[in-house]
T-cell receptor, first 114, second 114 residues
């Protein structure tokens, strides 16, 4: 059983560009959540997808968008990158609906915006 | 809105000494509470969780936490710290309103001295 994987590991972009980050869920998991972790801070919830539908969203602007695919892998897209978007982006997968199901986190993608 | 406060940015303890990491939350109903650990270069790992029932919960790696509703606290404890426990620890609360999300505290960095 493989865990949650994310790609790429590191990424450097310039302000105004667009970026796509990818996440493969742990086998059997149908729920994916994305978090942004700025340096020295705790993760901040971006949004969650359950069976390909957005199931909750944090306080992030619309230029943060996502997708979940039929195999439950997921993408996070960020348009019009800003310097403050520099952070570690974490993906977490879980099985089923609700908070009672443990979230398993991937190692993250480190995004640097110059 | 829910919030989580971890009053200590960093804590240093000697190996073999006991540990208590503080966490206070703000939430109107019975919260879902979690403690995660993040080691350098590693993803977040769930140490323990509280949903209901016994207010003293046991977790992995010898950690435990106690839910105190009257104090809105969920402090993490370990009787004897090992050098390998040096990491960042995050307290989190689960919110279930219009979708599920997890709100993290800013974290406490634990240093262990020999």
């Amino acid at each position: 059983e493989t865990g949650v994987t994310q790609s790429p590991t590191h990424l450097i972009k310039t302000r105004g560009q667009q970026v796509t980050l990818r996440c493969s869920s742990q086998s059997g998991h149908n729920t994916v959540s994305w978090y942004q972790q700025a340096l020295g801070q705790g993760p901040q919830f971006i949004f969650q997808y359950y069976r390909e539908e957005e199931n909750g969203r944090g306080n992030f602007p619309p230029r943060f968008s996502g997708l979940q695919f039929p195999n439950y892998s997921s993408e996070l897209n960020v348009n019009a990158l800003e310097l403050d978007d520099s952070a570690l982006y974490l993906c977490a997968s879980s099985s089923g609906w609700g908070l009672i199901n443990e979230q398993f986190f991937g190692p993250g993608t480190r995004l640097t915006v110059l | 809105a829910q919030s989580v406060t971890q009053p200590d940015i960093h804590i240093t303890v000697s190996e073999g000494a006991s540990l208590e990491l503080r966490c206070n939350y703000s939430y109107g109903a019975t919260p879902y509470l979690f403690w995660y650990v993040q080691s350098p270069g590693q993803g977040l790992q769930l140490l323990l969780k509280y949903f209901s029932g016994d207010t003293l919960v046991q977790g992995i790696k010898g950690f435990e936490a106690e839910f105190k509703r009257s104090q809105s606290s969920f402090n993490l404890r370990k009787p004897s710290v090992h050098w390998s426990d040096a990491a960042e620890y995050f307290c989190a609360v689960g919110e279930d309103t219009g979708g599920f999300k997890t709100i993290f505290g800013a974290g406490t960095r634990l240093f262990v001295k020999a």
